[in-house]
């Protein structure tokens, strides 16, 4: 008897693409094998980057905010007007695949914004979206995706929803938004930051400071998260990107305690199987003090992936329960192929695909559209979705409901 074709599914999970990690961008690792060409060293005139962030300003410190799975060291810093597309014609999807999944649908395009900033890498999120906002079409989409009105807090109108709980904080100039179970809570800390009134994270954390100072602020700014520390022993790691008219730029820096030696030699050895180090024109290893830096140079050709055209969605999620079953529900945002979307339960660190998906019925998921699985009864923590663009060698994985 002849066994049925793989169906997609099959094939990324076979080939490693959607896995039972814990939730973050698959393929983000800087180190891989090596692809035969030799590193090439040499000075680099990096574009520059503003020494004064505005995230700083939005960063509450740790007391002032819930205690629980909050990291309020993290930072996801992106312009997403400047991410390559005026050099280049081509956007850094890279910086896509670490907001977007992560954010529900305002009704605005991501591009229309000044700055999206990530805070607070949980299982969930917090963001704050800066631009001329057009306050009438936020809350329209609000309302009209789940959520209701919750009354103001300072210059802000205030919307919630409990199903998965999230607050949404609006003004004419910025959208506070936050997806965790004390997420008004975490919304007006954030907002407070910004207005002065409690103490911000840089103001307490003399590591945070030192190393924001000299990492500022790039076209996108990621702390916390990638990193090239090969003695894994980095206080702060953190990476840049800027956009260049002669090629595209990635700075690495990372700061390291006091009683650590950090030399040249260390980092040229762990770049030796790096691919990006690899297929830069050159890269410069700077080292002062307990800052080690790491810039690469690259062609701009290098941002064509085969995921560089995947339209990465925004999607407001929606879920309801009776017990017995969940009903999964596409509330606002954008239409996407529904074989980029696989649901699954995580329990721990473990995942398992739920038996019905979105492409068993749709080609495409839009608002209005629903998935009913049932309910799991095991001790699962919640239930997240994987997106993988067709064709594409790179996914991504997100918070669709913690489970009670």
Known sequence: MNSPPPTRRTFLKQAGLVTA?????TGCTESLPPLGNRVQYGRIDTPPVNTNPTYRQWLP?????????INPGYVNYVQPQNLGQQETGIVNKNAHFFQKLYLDSFGLDYESYDSVIGLHRTTKSTYVLQGDITTETVTQTLLDSGYTTAGSYQDYELFDRTDSPRTAAVSPTAIVWAHHEQSTAIVEAVIDAKRGAVPRHHETDDAFASATDAIGAGSWTMIGGLGIDPTRSALIRSMTYMPGDDGIYYIHKQLYPENDVITE???????????RARDSRSVDIQIEGQIATIAMHLPHESLQTDYADATVP???????????????????????P???ITVSIQEGSE??????????????????????????????DRIVGTYSPVDATRS??????ELP
């Open 338 to 340: 529904a074989e980029s």
């Open 314 to 336: 925004i999607i407001t999620w929606g879920v309801e329960t009776d017990g017995e079953t969940l009903t999964i529900q596409h509330e606002a945002g954008d239409s996407t």
């Open 61 to 69: 410190a740790a007391s002032t905010l819930p205690s629980g799975d």
């Open 21 to 25: 990690a814990s939730i973050s961008l």
């Open 265 to 275: 030699q260390t980092l040229r050895d762990a770049l030796e199987e790096n691919t």
């Open 351 to 380: 995942r398992t695909e739920v038996e019905s998906q979105f492409s068993d019925t749709l080609d495409r998921i839009q608002p209005g559209d629903t998935l009913t699985i049932d309910a799991p009864d095991t001790d699962a």
């Open 396 to 401: 991504a994985s997100f918070v669709i409901y």
